[in-house]
T-cell receptor
């Protein structure tokens, strides 16, 4: 089982739609959680950190469920520019910090 | 100017050749990383360095070596390239805080024929 698993998609949605991605992680010692965005053939960039209480940044909302070991990303009012791959990232302490990247979920937003 | 730069951006080489990928950063971060990315897989850590004198193997270090020449420079070498090392390679940096994000360079697309 992969340490961090994501639905690869692709998710094809119309502009204005709401779309949600989930990510599960296997190690209960995981401590920090992030969503990164990666455009085609570009480098990943931090979209948002995920806090235990959940957090929102404009149209983006991230949630953490430690009991079920998953994090989610909700995008409201999708824009064409939201088309990208979204990477779930988990950091855990194993004597030193280890960062694990999910393989990503592809999103296509269409007019 | 970009905070994390990588050279070359694209490289095509032949099996058995020695290749060096270079990474420089102006963020003043102590920590630097090399990853490879293959289609359908997450980023895989090759090597990481928490400071100039601290270099550690990641999950897929076989066939690779690194050199941390200065705080700002971290290079990755393929001593004898093989076709399954064809991939997109990213360098990244972060500061020492446990919850800090990683900043990535633009990537090097390497093809080994």
């Amino acid at each position: 089982r992969k340490e961090v698993e994501q639905d690869p998609g692709p998710f094809n949605v119309p502009e204005g739609a709401t779309v949600a991605f989930n990510c599960t992680y296997s190690n209960s010692a995981s401590q920090s959680f992030f969503w990164y965005r990666q455009d085609c053939r570009k480098e990943p960039k931090l979209l948002m950190s995920v806090y235990s209480s959940g957090n929102e940044d404009g149209r983006f909302t991230a949630q953490l469920n430690r009991a079920s070991q998953y994090i989610s990303l909700l995008i409201r009012d999708s824009k064409l520019s939201d088309s990208a791959t979204y990477l779930c990232v988990v950091k855990l302490y194993t004597g030193g910090f280890k960062t694990i990247f999910g393989a990503g979920t592809r999103l296509f937003v269409k007019a | 100017d970009a905070d994390v730069t990588q050279t070359p951006r694209n490289r095509i080489t032949k099996t058995g050749k020695r290749i060096m990928l270079e990474c420089s950063q102006t963020k003043g971060h102590d920590r630097m990383y090399w990853y490879r990315q293959d289609p359908g897989l997450g980023l895989q850590l090759i090597y990481y360095s928490f400071d100039v004198k601290d270099i550690n193997k990641g999950e897929i270090s076989d066939g690779y070596s690194v050199s941390r020449q200065a705080q700002a420079k971290f290079s990755l070498s393929l001593e004898s390239a093989i076709p399954n090392q064809t991939a997109l390679y990213f360098c990244a940096t972060s500061d020492t805080a446990s919850h800090s994000e990683q900043f990535f360079g633009p990537g090097t697309r390497l093809t080994v024929l």
